[in-house]
């Protein structure tokens, strides 16, 4: 039988997640060391949807030949669908919005 915590870590992708997983258990009023039940579900599956929130918000990672990227569209993707299926479609807009920066240059030297 597989914890809460374990069972979000299992989701595709969130391995590396474990340092922001503790915020999201908090936020989400869940308890990781618990046994997963069918019950706790719409929970666990909004809780990753965080998780993936986060991935899509953080930042690459370079340092000689190592590079950390992460696939921001196919997150974004799973977070919009897993907050839609389980009743947040606030949080799945929120992801959506595209921000447009407009600017006027004048010719002024």
């Known amino acids: ?4 915590s374990e069972t979000i870590l299992s989701f595709p992708g969130l391995e590396d997640g474990s340092d922001f ?3 999201v258990l908090v ?12 019950s ?3 929970q666990v599956e909004l809780a990753a949807a965080d998780m993936y929130s986060f991935f899509v918000n953080s930042y690459d990672f370079t340092e000689n030949k190592l590079e950390v ?4 569209k196919h997150f974004r993707e799973t977070a919009v669908r897993l907050y839609r299926a389980n009743g947040e479609p606030e949080n799945a807009n ?8 407009t600017a006027r240059a004048t010719n002024k030297w």
């Open 21 to 23: 997983l503790e915020k």
């Open 40 to 42: 706790e579900k719409r």
């Open 69 to 72: 990227k992460y696939p921001r």
């Open 27 to 38: 936020d989400r009023s869940l308890t990781g060391a618990d046994n997963y039940t069918v």
């Open 94 to 101: 929120a992801l959506l919005r595209k921000f447009r920066i």
């Open 1 to 4: 039988m597989k914890t809460i």
